[in-house]
């Protein structure tokens, strides 16, 4: 578990980095929506990461909980 949340944390760290990024640009576009548009997006992304770890470490304690019953 310990090599999964290494190995995975910063790929995704650094995807939600880009996207968040990437999406923000919209953000210097001359269409009122598209600034509407990059805040949603760029929060969203947001919680897609901080969701992610803080939901990565129980589900895989609950998998070894469970691969060990098995």
Known sequence: MENTLVGVGRPILTTGTAATVGFSVLLLGTLP????????????VICCVLTTFLLLP???ILGEKFKRKI
């Open 33 to 44: 929506m598209l600034h509407g548009l990059a805040i949603l997006l760029c929060v969203g």
């Open 58 to 60: 129980p589900v895989l």
